[in-house]
């Protein structure tokens, strides 16, 4: 199951798989980010995490 959420400026796949933590990723060479969650993971829970600190490292690359 694969969704697209939008942090601020920055589209991120949201893909759900049977693990246990949550993994982001950027993807060369564009710059794509994808965000790995186990399936019990709502998609609400990643405007909360950490990841907003994450952008500016994202918009730097």
């Keep these: 199951m694969n969704t697209i959420i939008k942090l601020e400026d920055i589209e991120a796949e949201v893909v759900h798989k049977n693990i246990r933590n949550i993994h982001l990723r950027v993807l060369p060479p564009d710059g794509k980010v994808r965000i790995s969650a186990p399936f019990r993971t709502k998609n609400e829970t990643f405007i909360n995490l ?5 952008i500016g490292l994202v918009n730097r690359e």
Excluded: F, R, T, Y
């Design 50 to 54: 950490p990841v907003q600190s994450l």
